[in-house]
Each structure stands twice: as C-alpha cells, then as structure tokens.
C-alpha cells in the first residue's frame, strides 16, 4: 500500500517535537530537600519552652529511633530527596543524632539522601578549625555513607550557615576540593536562600545559584523574640501556596533544580511542615493539613508541564520547514 506522504511527514515531525519536548523535561528535573533540625532531647519544657506547638509523636527525643524511622517514613511518602541537616559541631548533641541518622537511613535503605549544614556552633570564641571540620564531616559520614551522603556535581555537599560574624563573614570561606561548599541563609554573599521570610533583592525571582528556590510554610517567633516577626501564623493568607506557585511556574520554565523547604521540624520558629497540633492554625483540627499541602505541591513540581526551551522551537521550526521543502520537492518528482 502506498504511504501517504503528508502523514509521514507529520508522523516525523510530531516524533520530533515530542522528543524535545521529553528532552527539555529529563534536563529540568527538579530535586527537593528539607531542613532538618535534630536537637530535641525529650524534654521540650525544660530544654525547648519556645514551642508551642505539639508533634503529632509527642514532644520526642530526636535521638529515638523509633522517631527517625517515622520521620523517614513521612519524608519518603512526601517524596523528598534530600535533608538538609543542622550541624553543632563535633560530639554535640547533633552531631550524636545525625549519627544515628545516618545509620538508621542506612539500615532502612531509604532513598533520601543526608547532607550537613554547619551552624555557627562556636560563637564565643569566633574560631572555627576548618580543616577539622572538613575532615571529621568527610571521615565520619561520607566515606561511611557514601551511598547516603548528598551529592552535588558528582562531589559531597556540604553547607554552612551563614554568620556574618566569624564562620562566614563576607563569605570569605576556606575550601576543601572534596566538597562542593554551599553558604546557605539571607545574607547578600550566601549562595542558596534558606527562607523567602528575608528580603532578597540581589536574586532575580529569588532563585538561588544551581537553580535552587525555597518555600516556606509560614514564620512566627513573636512567643519568644521582642518584637520578633510574623507571617502568614494562622495559614490563612495563603503564603505557602503563593511560594510554591511560584516554584512551580520557575520550574515550568526549566529555570528550577533544587527546592529546599524550610522546615521540617523548626517548631520554635514555627516553619515546621511535620505532622502537628497547631497552636494557631485556621484548620486546628487537622494535625496533617501542612503536611498534606506539601505533598501535592511536590508531586506537581516533580511533573510540571513540559515545556520546550525557545532554541528548541527554533530548531523544530527549521525542520518543519525542511521536511515541507522535501515533501514539496517528492510531490513535483512524482507528478513528473
């Protein structure tokens, strides 16, 4: 049977399109973490009186396995892919919990990589050893778990939390060439925004170097800072959603690779996304809500509509115009 010479020219010219368009989406997947704070020893009145709100596990201790389990077990569900861990220095608390971290992550065999936020631990003296530092994170997580340990580049992430005092003042860091090295927080030099709560006016769309953004469920530390801040305590403005949409229409336009919510557990400033007994939230009786929000909004930013990038068009639209050419030239032939 003689083939249609108009369908196969269609035929090849939407098996073009259709692979670009596959092209530009494969390239523009979008990878989402979440900080993670360990520091809760079990007993919140007397170590963390700052929290008013309630986890739905009680107030824990975050060295509990059992915890760590449930946790991981929600962030898998959520589909998150990285935690961003917060980081106290060698042989703190922290540093005790993220051991146990690691090796319960390990041993579940959870698909959520782990990478290391150093937080500004030694204020007193100002004086950090950043070859110790470098060293102790290398020696006791990632050669230990390499499989787990958060990769960015091909190279081990790790993060420091900007301190515009002593760790990471003018953001005049030493590095080590077995990490690749992020500075995370608000100041004007840090390389990933850690919350859209400060005012960015250096970043075009508040997006961050290697294309990451953050979103923020909500902040209030009013219960025990003078004056301290607010937004959005109650959920009701929608300030959650509006930071997500907009991920979501960066991310249509492949400009987004990383998005970091702030936070899963920071319960005395109140960003926490975990399962909990709200204090002032507008939907009290539905411990899950923010939860529940979140993992729609990653789901939809992991499958955000495919878009073909603008050279791309221009090169679909060239070999339209060759194959009509073609066409035309096999259509004169055979009348002839």
């Not at 075009?204 to 959005?232: C, W």
Request: charged fraction near 20%.
């Amino acid at each position: 049977m003689k083939k249609n010479p108009t369908i196969l020219t269609f035929t090849a010219l939407l098996l073009i399109f259709s692979a670009l368009t596959f092209s530009a989406h494969a390239e523009n997947e979008v990878k989402v973490g979440v900080y993670y704070y360990p520091w809760y020893t079990g007993n919140w009145e007397q170590d963390h009186p700052n929290c008013i709100d309630t986890p739905v596990l009680g107030h824990y201790n975050s060295q509990d396995v059992t915890v760590i389990r449930k946790h991981l077990e929600w962030l898998q569900d959520l589909d998150v892919d990285f935690l961003i861990v917060s980081w106290w220095g060698p042989n703190s608390f922290t540093d005790n919990t993220t051991k146990t971290l690691f090796s319960t992550a390990n041993a579940e065999e959870t698909s959520i990589e782990i990478t290391i936020m150093i937080e500004p631990f030694n204020s007193s003296s100002g004086i950090y050893n950043f070859t110790l530092l470098y060293d102790y994170i290398y020696s006791t997580y990632v050669s230990q778990y390499d499989n787990l340990y958060m990769k960015l580049y091909g190279r081990p992430l790790i993060c420091f939390y900007n301190d515009n005092v002593n760790m990471t003042k003018n953001g005049k860091i030493p590095l080590d060439d077995r990490f690749e090295v992020r500075i995370i927080g608000h100041e004007p030099y840090a390389n990933w925004l850690y919350s859209r709560n400060y005012q960015m006016t250096s970043w075009e769309n508040e997006l961050a170097m290697d294309g990451q953004i953050s979103v923020m469920p909500r902040y209030d530390d009013t219960h025990f800072r003078s004056p301290g801040a607010q937004k959005d305590p109650t959920y009701s403005q929608g300030y959650y959603d509006q930071q997500w949409n907009k991920a979501l229409n960066l991310a249509r336009q492949g400009k987004v690779h990383y998005v970091t919510i702030a936070t899963w557990n920071e319960f005395a400033e109140r960003t926490q996304i975990e399962p909990c007994i709200d204090k002032t939230s507008y939907k009290k009786n539905e411990p899950y809500f923010i939860y529940e929000k979140t993992k729609q909004y990653i789901a939809r930013i992991k499958s955000p509509t495919p878009q073909v990038p603008t050279e791309m068009v221009a090169v679909f639209g060239t070999l339209a115009i060759a194959l009509t050419a073609t066409l035309k030239i096999l259509k004169t032939a055979t009348t002839t």
